[in-house]
């Protein structure tokens, strides 16, 4: 069964604290991508990888840092220095950077 | 600066009639263009798709036009059924990256 999975669901976190997302894909993308959602907001970009060892700023990085040290998995880590880190958070795949995206069910991160 | 814009925050369309959503874009340089529906708490899910070299795309109750001339898109779902009440985002995208739009939640009254 093909698809991509974030976990966990739900997290919570203490201010100041760093926290990794996790993100994984079996369907064989090459390109991978984490977006922000906000009330009354679209998607946003935070980062994107279009192979593996590579990946480029969106256009909200500040306060994040990603990896993809493998193409099945693009962890995206959440620091202290994310101004207002509360936010569903969810990641996406594509064959190609210019394809459709497909999505996974997303991350809702509370920061108390 | 948001280059993709739906300015309908929400539509109410009663059962069986047709569900019209819009959406406008700035960037001239888009090439591909996308509808998405989400449910709360879940990823969006990807409806339909459309082409910068064509204006209009079908897929069952789902058309999808492209007016390049006036930049905008809209998607039609016909006859509208109360399991398409959703958030429904549009999607552009050139050079690598995509761009959403803030999302139209739609309620098809049975």
């Known amino acids: 069964d093909g698809g991509i999975t974030q976990s966990p669901k739900y997290l919570f976190r203490k201010e100041g604290q760093n926290v990794t997302l996790s993100c994984e894909q079996n369907l064989n993308h090459d390109a991978m991508y984490w977006y922000r959602q906000d009330p009354g907001q679209g998607l946003r970009l935070i980062y994107y990888?279009?192979?593996?060892?590579?990946?480029q700023k969106g256009d909200i990085a500040e306060g994040y840092s990603v990896s993809r040290e493998k193409k099945e998995s693009f962890p995206l880590t959440v620091t202290s220095a994310q101004k207002n880190p509360t936010a569903f958070y969810l990641c996406?795949?594509?064959?190609?950077?210019?394809?459709?995206?497909?999505f996974g069910p997303g991350t809702r991160l509370t920061v108390l | 600066d948001q280059q993709v814009k739906q300015n309908s925050p929400s539509l109410s369309v009663q059962e069986g009639r047709i569900s019209i959503l819009n959406c406008d874009y700035t960037n001239s340089m888009f090439d591909y263009f996308l509808w998405y529906k989400k449910y709360p708490a879940e990823g969006p899910t990807f409806l339909i798709s459309i082409s910068s070299i064509k204006d209009k795309n079908e897929d069952g109750r789902f058309t999808v036009f492209l007016n390049k001339s006036a930049k905008h898109l809209s998607l039609h779902i016909v006859p509208s059924q109360p399991g398409d009440s959703a958030v429904y985002f549009c999607?552009?995208?050139?050079?690598?990256?995509?761009?959403f739009g803030t999302g139209t939640s739609l309620t098809v009254i049975p």
């Open positions: 999607a552009a995208s050139a050079r690598n990256q995509f761009y």
């Open positions: 990888s279009q192979i593996v060892n590579d990946f």
């Open positions: 996406a795949s594509s064959i190609g950077t210019e394809t459709t995206q497909y």
